[in-house]
């Protein structure tokens, strides 16, 4: 299992690396519509796209709008990092 600061738990089949699950933590997460049960990428990815643009309103662009991304760019967690150690296994 992993907390990443996208706002989103994501847990990995330990032998393999597969992604298993992803789920959101915090309360507001507006950026992503979710992470797909198939292929632990956000809802709204776009394989090939240059910039990715998840959800309407999310990050303010070019023409001035304004958005609200959460969570904020310091993440949704304090939490130091995750690891794994088959030593103690």
Not at 13 to 28: K, L, M, N, V, W
Not at 52 to 66: C, E, I, L, T, W
Request: proline content about 9%; charged content about 15%.
């Amino acid at each position: 299992m992993r907390a990443a600061r996208d706002g989103h738990f994501y847990g990995f089949d330990r032998a393999t690396g597969a992604f298993q699950y992803g789920e959101q933590y915090p309360t507001i997460v507006t950026w992503s519509g979710g992470i797909d049960a198939k292929t632990g990428r956000p809802n709204k990815y776009v394989p090939g796209a240059p910039l990715q643009k998840y959800a309407p309103g999310s990050v303010a662009d070019r023409a001035g709008a304004v958005g609200m991304f959460c969570p904020a760019i310091g993440g949704g967690k304090n939490w130091e990092p995750t690891s794994y150690n088959p030593a103690l296994c």
